[in-house]
């Protein structure tokens, strides 16, 4: 599966008023796709590369989580206005109801934008999202989040020392842009976590029958952050929607079954 | 100087090798607990803060943390509130010092101020008020409050504590994360605006910046003892006040030590070896690394310079092999005679310029008989070594409760009359 790598730009929109400068990245070409990142904040990896070679990827990234600009979070008080600083941003950036891919946070960010505002999409893709909650299946986050970072890596892989994982996890090669480096990831987890504690549950699951756009829902069958009841929670409460469950594979699907994830959303965004 | 008890409130029987298997916080098991012996753990806590008050310290200090086996003291008001009673019923001249109820965690900001100010009324007007953000693990993990909020919600209700207890009129609060139609507190603080307020902190220059400019005293809670932090936090602190304009008066400046006194060194280690070496390893030293900084406590820069420097340069990492020796050595606990504990203290107080010293007698396992014999015996022939330290500078203690500074003057003016 050889992805040529698309040239990634930056671009800045202005949304709430003017007191918040959001960061973009952009690359590809075609119909416009925008990305919602998971906890960890933005990464460009294979998927987004994928995703630009038949569209124009837009991938924003959480208040908060861009280099140099960490305080921007303090703008976004509640979820609701989280969601309106991305439906400012979607019209900000000119784009006429594109498609959208939520990676876990990111997914329950576009399932509630696509509910909250059923003409911004045109199409959905939720990847394990967050968002929901059944007391007989608990969700991990806060231990994950605030346990030992080496814990980390088995809450979101089946196979934690595959390529594809160990390349979500690298450290740069130069020791001193470590720190930095964990602590720019330990704020954006702070960010986004702002929106998801201790439960990630603002009620989704009773706006999820407002979306109207196709939606492809798919789950890793050995997800140990979000088990994967919730393929099918998700999948009962948006009206058509297509769920696929991916054998052998964790929370990260892109990560751990990388062609078979490409494979359901391409087939899907083709249709 | 002033010196003040200091109480945590452990589950005195933790099982040997706790410290392998389970952490002291969060998700410490309960199952191990007997009734009876909480019973006997939380009784005895009470019981040496009134021996405390009894033998002659100048004031008494209780903390809040929540699912802890180290300190079983979900609110603090609780504890103080029977020994401001006691005090008051004894005749006791004693601070009450809360430190505190933890303002980043709370959900219910105006119940601390209605607690503190009936604190202040019951005792005459001899509260200090600790303002705590509160642990990450307390605020975060605990009390579930997002990190990121933690220092905004701590901001925000402190304002409004302040407000509610000198405003005089109801008033409207409608705040970021609290809304009140009207507040209206009963009672309030006999001393006003408000009681000296002391904020505990791990010194970042943030926060020592905020101290200084709003004239608060700066309480170093940190059980590294003076030697291995304090340099660089107290030097820190005394550079800042002087940029800022604030004076070098050393009340300003509170800072807990653990202390163990006997009749004689050779003693003092016989007696207090086990139950120190159990206080490190089973509570603060079972306390998860992570669990002190929930991603979004901490801004980025501060997560990067611990990163960077390997941790706080204290003994939190090792608290949990720490061996007597090490602990006694490094001065993170202060242990022998009246004159070896005297003497050690009297050289870091006046080094650092330490007007407010709280020194921590009961530790771990240590019994009731055994704390109180080490209350009494620093009472008795430590605490008159420290008293006059800083008399010949001649500063106010400005952060101590008008109650007993109003009694000072009182007896002040009696002896000169006798004079």
Not at chain 1, 143 to 149: H, K, L, Q
Not at chain 2, 166 to 174: A, L, Q
Not at chain 2, 320 to 338: C, F, H, L, M, N
Request: proline share 8%; charged share 20%.
């Amino acid at each position: 599966m050889a992805t040529s790598e698309a040239p990634v730009r930056d671009e800045t929109v202005e949304v709430f008023g003017g007191r918040l400068r959001l960061h973009v990245k952009v690359a590809g070409d075609g119909p416009p796709l925008v990305h919602f990142h998971p906890l960890p904040g933005l990464a460009w990896q294979p998927l987004l590369d994928q995703l630009a070679e038949q569209h124009t990827v837009y991938a924003p990234e959480h208040p908060g989580t861009s280099p140099g600009d960490p305080q921007a979070i303090r703008e976004v008080e509640t979820f609701f206005e989280l969601l309106l600083v991305y439906e400012e941003a979607v019209r900000a950036l000119g784009l006429e109801r594109p498609a959208a891919v939520g990676q876990s946070f990111g997914g329950m960010i576009a399932a509630d934008l696509a509910a909250t505002f059923p003409r911004l999409f045109s199409r959905l893709v939720l990847l394990s999202p967050i968002g929901l909650w059944r007391d007989d299946a608990p969700i991990p986050l806060m231990e994950m989040v605030a346990g030992p970072p080496e814990d980390t890596p088995k809450y979101l892989f089946a196979h934690p020392e595959s390529l594809a994982a160990q390349a979500a996890q690298a450290l740069p090669d130069d020791p001193d842009q470590i720190p930095a480096l964990i602590a720019q990831t330990t704020w954006n987890i702070g960010c986004t976590t702002k929106f998801a504690w201790p439960i990630a549950d603002h009620g989704l699951g009773r706006r999820l029958h407002r979306i109207a756009v196709p939606t492809l829902v798919v789950w890793g069958r050995d997800d140990a952050l979000v088990p994967v009841a919730y393929a099918a929670e998700f999948g009962s409460r948006i009206r058509g929607s297509q769920v696929e469950v991916l054998d052998d594979c964790g929370h990260a699907v892109q990560a751990d079954q990388p062609e078979r994830t490409w494979t359901a959303i391409s087939k899907f965004l083709d249709s | 100087m002033k010196v003040s008890l200091f109480e945590q409130v452990p589950y005195r029987y933790m099982p040997d090798g706790y410290e392998d298997r389970y952490s002291s916080v969060v998700t410490a098991p309960y199952d191990f607990v007997e009734p009876a012996r909480m019973q006997d753990s939380l009784v005895s806590a009470y019981a040496e803060l009134m021996h405390g008050a009894r033998a002659g310290l100048d004031g008494i200090c209780v903390t809040e943390h929540s699912q802890s086996s180290y300190d079983v003291s979900p609110n603090p008001t609780l504890l103080a509130s029977a020994v401001a009673y006691g005090a008051q019923a004894e005749g006791l001249d004693v601070a009450i010092s809360v430190l505190g109820r933890s303002l980043g965690k709370t959900r219910e900001p105006l119940k601390i101020a209605e607690e503190y100010a009936l604190l202040d009324c019951i005792s005459g007007g001899r509260l200090i008020a600790g303002f705590p953000v509160g642990l990450s693990y307390d605020a975060n993990l605990n009390a579930a409050i997002p990190a990121i909020d933690t220092r905004d919600r701590y901001r925000e209700h402190r304002e409004l504590i302040l407000k509610a207890w000198s405003e005089p009129d109801p008033f409207p609060w409608n705040g970021r994360f609290e809304k009140y139609g009207q507040v209206n507190l009963w009672p309030r603080p006999i001393q006003q605006p408000h009681p000296p307020i002391w904020i505990p902190g791990t010194g970042s220059p943030g926060t020592l910046r905020e101290i200084l400019q709003n004239d608060y005293a700066f309480v170093y809670l940190s059980w590294d003892g003076p030697k291995l932090v304090g340099q660089q936090i107290f030097d820190r602190y005394w550079e800042l006040a002087e940029q800022m304009g604030r004076d070098a008066n050393p009340y300003r400046l509170a800072f807990l030590q653990v202390v163990a006194v006997s009749e004689t060194d050779e003693r003092a280690e016989k007696e207090y070896v086990q139950h120190l070496q159990a206080h490190y390893r089973s509570g603060l030293g079972a306390v998860p690394a992570t669990a002190f900084a929930v991603p979004g406590y901490a801004e980025p820069a501060a997560v990067e310079a611990m990163v960077r420097s390997g941790g706080s340069g204290g003994m939190l990492a090792r608290m949990k092999t720490a061996t007597y020796r090490e602990i006694v050595d490094s001065q993170v606990a202060i242990v022998g005679s009246p004159a070896t504990v005297a003497d050690q203290i009297e050289a870091f107080v006046r080094e650092f310029r330490i007007g407010n010293l709280l020194v921590m007698l009961q530790n771990g396992s240590m019994p009731r008989d055994l704390t109180e014999k080490n209350i009494s015996l620093f009472a008795a022939e430590v605490l008159p070594r420290l008293r006059p330290i800083w008399d010949d500078e001649g500063w106010e203690n400005h952060w101590w409760p008008h109650g007993l500074r109003a009694m000072d003057t009182v007896e002040a003016a009696a002896a000169e009359e006798v004079a």
